[in-house]
């Protein structure tokens, strides 16, 4: 391996609402600097070993761009002329392929994201062409290149998506359930609780599996995206694979032994099939244990401190009465899970005051587009006074 190009640079890592502190958490403690949370990202500096790592490490980005330029337009043909002069040639082949993906917000020029991709389109096109009477393709299913444009008012800024798919396809979930949970949203979830992998955890509504694989990728300290086929950053000029194999074997050294126990119940016998084999997917044993069971006629076997984190339906997608069904939750977890931190995520606001319990906290997120509330519960041993 030549020398390694240990230049800082500015990267950007998009996230979910309400997980931008969970995120910046998380990169505070990969050795990222200069970080600055913003709305649904977090900014931060690293060489390219750290943006390698980042990719392979983050439990909570959906994507870490690199930004390559920044610049205010008046008008369409400046817009134009800044990304022509930008130098392609450097980032990319004549023989190669890119594809572009523009948001807009509050322009008076660009009034729609395809138009805003077209624009640059041309603009790279016809640098191409000036230069060297050739241009790359576009090509939207296995491009060299994915280029991100953001447009705020008449400010641009174009960035290179070093991750490809969105950093949720982890790689291990190739069974699904009928609502599916986000393996991002399900680990921010956990984050956010503060679980850490120093109790038991229980998932009682588990599905398949989701939420359950990434608390034990969290106690074990696993790198989240070890499995995952590809990322973009793989097709760069300048990808080092050296480097990027020294990156992976360094974060592989961190795994350490699960000494929690991690297990979850769901009351369909097929789903918890689905769930079996999404974590036999993996390629360590996350030491999970799954069943077919009832929540409502399960019981805590213990007395020591347990986690639930759960993600119960929430008669949008899955028909359920969710008056009964979310009173039934409330009674199960007073009665039966004494020394319990429960976090309920839900989308149904009508349903949380049938829980009939006190919450400790009340987060705002949202689940896709679906906003939500992500209650804790504190269930106590004897009375809360007593503790």
């Known amino acids: 391996m030549g020398k390694v190009d240990q230049t800082n640079f500015k990267m950007l890592a998009k996230c979910f609402y309400g997980f931008e502190e969970i995120l910046a958490k998380e990169l505070l403690s990969l050795g990222a600097q200069k970080i600055q949370t913003g709305r649904r990202n977090v900014s931060f500096y690293g060489d390219k070993g750290f943006m390698y790592k980042a990719n392979l490490s983050l439990r909570t980005a959906l994507k870490?761009?690199?930004?390559?330029?920044?610049?205010?337009?008046?008008?369409?043909?400046?817009?134009?002329?800044?990304?022509?002069?930008?130098?392609?040639?450097?980032?990319?082949?004549?023989?190669?392929?890119?594809?572009?993906?523009?948001?807009?917000?509050?322009?008076?020029?660009f009034n729609n994201s395809k138009f805003t991709s077209l624009k640059a389109k041309d603009a790279i096109a016809d640098r191409f062409r000036n230069k060297f009477s050739k241009r790359p393709n576009v090509d939207a299913k296995n491009p060299d290149l994915k280029i991100d444009i953001h447009v705020n008012k008449n400010t641009c800024t174009i960035s290179l998506d070093s991750s490809g798919e969105s950093l949720h396809k982890r790689g291990y979930k190739k069974y699904n359930s009928f609502a599916p949970l986000n393996e991002v949203l399900a680990a921010g979830l956990i984050l956010i609780s503060g679980w850490r992998g120093k109790t038991d955890f229980l998932d009682p509504m588990c599905g398949c599996g989701t939420i359950l694989i990434e608390a034990?990728?969290?106690?074990?300290?696993?790198?989240?995206?070890?499995?995952?086929?590809?990322?973009?950053?793989?097709?760069?000029?300048?990808?080092?694979q050296e480097l990027f194999d020294i990156i992976e074997e360094s974060v592989t050294k961190k795994i350490n032994k699960i000494d929690c126990k991690i297990f979850g119940y769901d009351i369909s016998n097929s789903i918890i099939r689905k769930c079996k084999k999404n974590i036999e997917e993996n390629d360590i044993d996350l030491k999970i244990k799954v069943e077919t069971r009832d929540f409502f006629k399960s019981k805590k076997t213990n007395k020591d401190r347990l986690q639930i984190v759960v993600n119960p339906p929430y008669d949008k997608r899955i028909p359920t009465d969710f008056k009964s069904f979310y009173s039934e939750i409330g009674n199960t977890l007073?009665?039966?899970?004494?020394?319990?931190?429960?976090?309920?995520?839900?989308?149904?606001?009508?349903?949380?005051?049938?829980?009939?319990?006190?919450?400790?906290?009340?987060?705002?997120?949202?689940?896709?587009?679906?906003?939500?509330?992500?209650?804790?519960?504190?269930?106590?041993?004897?009375?809360?006074?007593?503790?």
């Open 64 to 109: 870490i761009l690199k930004p390559i330029s920044e610049f205010k337009f008046g008008d369409i043909n400046s817009f134009y002329e800044k990304i022509y002069n930008i130098k392609w040639e450097s980032l990319l082949g004549v023989n190669s392929a890119f594809i572009i993906n523009s948001s807009v917000f509050h322009s008076k020029i």
């Open 216 to 240: 034990a990728m969290i106690a074990g300290n696993i790198p989240p995206n070890l499995q995952r086929s590809n990322f973009a950053f793989e097709k760069w000029i300048d990808w080092d």
């Open 334 to 387: 007073k009665r039966n899970y004494d020394n319990t931190s429960s976090w309920i995520l839900t989308a149904n606001m009508e349903a949380i005051k049938y829980i009939g319990l006190r919450t400790s906290k009340r987060i705002k997120l949202f689940n896709s587009s679906l906003e939500s509330r992500f209650l804790n519960y504190q269930i106590y041993s004897g009375s809360k006074k007593e503790k």
